[in-house]
């Protein structure tokens, strides 16, 4: 069962535009979600993060919200730039003690267009 | 501060043959762990440990082995491989003091013919 979905494969975006990725999840129990960005060839980078008693986070031009009672929540990159082009993954983890199951989406590849 | 290194970055197996891939870090983080990256699929827990000498299961562990002797290394074993291995693998490492900050190492594109 997949408890963390990306249902947007793709997204393209204009240079200078917002960029809106969007996940949904079914485990109530995640008191943790991670956004990572990876690019080709190289291992995922951590982005931002935000925790379930919280509905916003902001850093720089990432924001991510969350909308507990939806089990959804989204990644807004403003504005969108080149260098943003990359495939973005939700993450979600239970963080008690010694459990490592951090469970990923399926990734959205977003695209920037100059 | 090299960060996770992981070695190889490529390679080719045939079917019934057995690898270790690498996995090291200089971050003296106490928790590691090995994911696969398939298409459509995300990234799959296969083991993970929270310190040396400790190991467990993730989601996918069958074919896998792992082992923990020192904090900076965590190698995978690919016991016999099977073409369901082709992947690319990373492993990432974190610091016990936060659920967060995962490093993740660059990948080893693993296929097997």
């Known amino acids: 069962d997949q408890q963390v979905k990306q249902n947007s494969p793709s997204l393209s975006v204009q240079e200078g535009r917002i960029s809106i990725l969007n996940c949904d999840y079914t485990n109530s129990m995640f008191d943790y979600f991670l956004w990572y960005k990876k690019y080709p060839a190289e291992g995922p980078t951590f982005l931002i993060s935000?925790?379930?008693?919280?509905d916003k986070n902001e850093d720089g031009r990432f924001t991510v919200f969350l909308n507990k009672s939806a089990k959804h929540l989204s990644l807004h990159i403003v504005p969108s730039q080149p260098g943003d082009s990359a495939v973005y993954f939700c993450?979600?983890?239970?963080?008690?003690?010694?459990?490592?199951?951090?469970?990923f989406g399926t990734g959205t590849r977003l695209t920037i267009i100059p | 501060n090299a960060g996770v290194t992981q070695t190889p970055k490529f390679q080719v197996l045939k079917t019934g043959q057995s690898m270790t891939l690498q996995c090291a870090q200089d971050?003296?983080?106490?928790?590691m762990s090995w994911y696969r990256q398939d298409p459509g699929m995300g990234l799959r827990l296969i083991h993970y440990s929270v310190g040396a000498g400790i190991t467990d299961q993730g989601e996918v562990p069958n074919g896998y082995n792992v082992s923990r002797s020192t904090t900076e290394d965590f190698p995978l074993r690919l016991l016999s491989a099977a073409p369901s291995q082709t992947s690319v693998y990373f492993c990432?490492?974190?610091?016990?003091?936060?659920?967060?900050?995962?490093?993740f190492g660059s990948g080893t594109r693993l296929t097997v013919v």
């Open positions: 971050m003296n983080h106490e928790y």
């Open positions: 935000i925790s379930s008693i919280k």
């Open positions: 990432a490492s974190r610091s016990a003091g936060t659920v967060l900050g995962y490093t």
């Open positions: 993450a979600a983890i239970i963080s008690n003690f010694g459990n490592e199951k951090l469970t």
